[in-house]
């Protein structure tokens, strides 16, 4: 439990129950089942950064934080004390996060908008702090965030694992601010969009610039897994069984082509029947064609744009409209089916689903961390100080998090003496209304067959039923959980 719980915990340890609404939806027998196959899909789509590429996270979570707090420091002035993270700073990172840019405020939602576990900076708010600040009520912004109608310059979502260290260092940056001027208005979020720019702009991958790419070059091994063996030997059968491949990424081209050749191997433009790079999701999705037309590519920059897509190949930038027709002529089908594998709920999940109609795939691997897990056994690197903090290992972003608690439960205290209800997280919430199922890895289902019937997330089936191989311990169970 975070910091501070202890009384409360004690109190009220005894029951922490579902809503009567939830149990009777746990109930519901499989007779209501609904099921998916890859074997109903014409196209499978892929995205390639945390989806098709795992990455070690641990390594590649410093890195990413180092190419931030480097520039800010460097660049903008701010505290060098940035530069050295302490290992157990970690635990500070958990998908689904919320950055109240104007309060430097960290928000964990419910599913109806309430706060259920806050910071400002790194430092824990009391249940009593967040009762008093934000009550019962709905957060203020709510509304615009659960419509995912576009990123805002009043919050910012933390939802995958390249955002997730920017969440830490932001964090600290609060910390390091108030430490100098408690009352002062928080404006380092376009600092930070510089960092993000700096090290991430398309000249960025060939110029070696910024900290990231030139490490990534370097030691590609240390930051990326390779593909199993049984995901290219299942990539390799849906391919011969007549299913159109597609990868659909945000990164840029050059970098794209490192990944593939390090995790698949040089041939794996062949097993691609269409690459769209620098897709820029979710405007991918969601802007209309005549602003986001496809362009050619030669020699890994961009050249001409096109009015229409005509053929498979290689491309940038683009939008699924046009993707769509060509896939029509493709296939021969008038509505050919799409499955899109993402790990991104705004950029991926939901914008596929709602503007595209595809089915969707989460890669969650907050499925493999459903427990509160030990450090890894990969060793830190303080940036800065090596060998400072020797011995001491970071939480793997994946696992638990002991300050924020499950990514999709929590409970929220009841009157003296009653139990606690157990909620949904909003994040949970958006994996059971977006994704048609959620998976920790595509090598959890490489081994099936591809007609395998999985049973897919609806209104008609329990709050668990997308979840495969099974669903997260904290909503499978219903035991005490840690409290606020």
Not at 6 to 30: D, I, L, M, Q, T
Not at 265 to 290: C, M, R, Y
């Amino acid at each position: 439990a975070a910091a501070g719980s202890g009384s409360r915990k004690a109190r009220r340890r005894a029951a922490v129950s579902f809503p009567e609404s939830a149990r009777r939806v746990c109930g519901r027998g499989a007779a209501m089942a609904q099921s998916f196959s890859l074997a109903d899909c014409e196209v499978i789509a892929f995205d390639l950064d945390h989806t098709l590429c795992r990455y070690n996270l641990v390594e590649s979570s410093q890195l990413i934080y180092e190419s931030f707090a480097q520039y800010m420091v460097a660049e903008k002035g701010y505290d060098k004390e940035l530069l050295n993270v302490p290992p157990e700073s970690w635990d500070f990172c958990c998908k689904g996060l919320v950055l109240d840019l104007e309060d430097g405020s960290f928000l964990k939602l419910a599913q109806d908008g309430t706060v259920l576990r806050a910071s400002h900076g790194t430092k824990h708010m009391t249940s009593e702090e967040i009762l008093e600040k934000y009550g019962r009520r709905e957060w203020r912004h709510f509304k615009t965030m659960s419509g995912m109608v576009s990123r805002s310059a009043k919050y910012y979502v933390f939802d995958n694992y390249f955002d997730l260290p920017g969440a830490l260092l932001c964090a600290r940056i609060v910390d390091s601010l108030n430490q100098h001027n408690a009352s002062q208005k928080y404006d380092f979020w376009k600092d930070m969009v510089a960092a993000i720019q700096h090290n991430y702009k398309t000249s960025a991958f060939k110029e070696n610039c910024g900290t990231y790419f030139p490490e990534v070059k370097r030691n590609p091994d240390k930051y990326m897994q390779s593909c199993p063996e049984s995901v290219k030997k299942w990539l390799r059968k849906l391919k011969d069984n007549g299913k159109i491949l597609l990868l659909i990424t945000s990164s840029h081209s050059d970098y794209c082509r490192l990944v593939c050749e390090h995790i698949l191997g040089n041939d794996f433009a062949e097993l691609f029947g269409i690459v769209i790079t620098n897709a820029l999701k979710p405007g991918f999705f969601s802007q209309p064609p005549n602003q986001r037309p496809f362009w050619t590519l030669e020699n890994d920059e961009e050249q001409e744009a096109l009015p229409s897509l005509d053929k498979p190949g290689w491309y940038s930038q683009g939008n699924s409209s046009h993707l769509y027709e060509l896939l029509k002529k493709m296939t021969g089908k008038l509505e050919p089916k799409v499955v899109y594998f993402g790990d991104s709920m705004h950029s991926d999940i939901f914008s596929a689903r709602h503007y595209s109609n595809w089915e969707t795939v989460l890669i969650l691997e907050e499925l493999r961390g459903d427990t509160i897990m030990a450090f890894s056994e990969t060793e830190a690197e303080p940036i800065g100080k090596k060998g400072k903090y020797e011995g001491h290992h970071p939480k793997p972003l994946h696992a638990i998090s002991k300050q924020w608690g499950s990514y999709f439960v929590d409970t929220i205290a009841a009157a003296e003496d009653t139990a606690e209800t157990l909620v949904k997280t909003w994040p949970c919430k958006c994996v059971s209304a977006y994704s048609t199922i959620t998976i920790p890895s595509i090598e959890s289902i490489a081994d099936l067959p591809l007609d395998y019937r999985f049973t897919r997330f609806s209104s008609k089936n329990s709050i668990t039923a997308g979840y495969f191989p099974k669903p997260p311990r904290a909503l499978s169970t219903h035991q005490p959980m840690a409290s606020k």
